[in-house]
Every structure is written in C-alpha cells, then in structure tokens.
C-alpha cells in the first residue's frame, strides 16, 4: 500500500553528509519525474532537486554545489547525496514522485544538523 518508502535521515555535526533513499512501488507505474522538498518547522515546504526520468537534474540555490540527485532505474530508487551539511539544512525531507496520472508523496525523513 505504501507507494514512496524513504530513509536515510538522521542526526549529524555541521559539515557532516547524509544520503536520502527514496524506494518508489513498481505499482504506480512509469515515473515522469521525482522531487526531494524539505520543511522546517514554521516554514513553508520547498523544493530541493528534481530529477527527470530522462537523467535532467535541477537543484535549488541554497543547496546548489553540497547535493547530488541521482536515480537507479533498475532499482526504482531515487537518491539525494548532501554533503557539507549545515544547521540551516534541519527539516524534515520528502521524496514526491509525478506520474503520467497521479502524484506520491513520501512519509518524510528527520534531517537534523547540530554539534
């Protein structure tokens, strides 16, 4: 019943990296794109990256040059590598996935940068 399962998240230092894995059911069929959004508390949610089905990639500008989004097809996975991570980065992450007749959204991962 679960379309989206992610994890990954968890507690790191300033500077520290995390990889987010985002597993999407074969049941909801061929997958036009996929996002990662994250919200803080009291903040609006916001884009992060998105990855195309054709491998285009897009990222926003305050995690631009400190993330990687890739996918692995064979494994309908979707992956977001963050690395020089900083306290402004805490917040909860979702994986969103966009198919030709619905969208899916995960049941978000805790991200928290602390010393």
């Known amino acids: 019943q679960v379309e989206l399962v992610e994890s990954g998240g968890g507690l790191v230092q300033p500077g520290g990296s995390l990889r987010l894995s985002c597993a999407a059911s074969?049941?909801?069929?061929?997958?036009?794109?996929m996002d990662w959004y994250r919200q803080a508390p009291g903040k609006q949610r916001e884009l992060v990256a998105t990855?195309?089905?054709?491998?285009?990639?897009n990222y926003a500008d305050s995690v631009k040059g400190r993330v990687t989004i890739s996918s692995d097809n064979a494994e309908n996975t979707v992956y977001l590598q963050m690395d020089s991570l900083k306290p402004e980065d805490t917040a909860v992450y979702y994986c969103?996935?966009?198919?030709?007749?619905?969208?899916?959204w995960g049941q978000g991962t805790q991200v928290t940068v602390s010393s």
């Open positions: 074969r049941s909801i069929g061929r997958i036009n794109y």
């Open positions: 990855i195309t089905s054709g491998g285009t990639t």
């Open positions: 969103k996935a966009v198919t030709m007749g619905n969208l899916y």
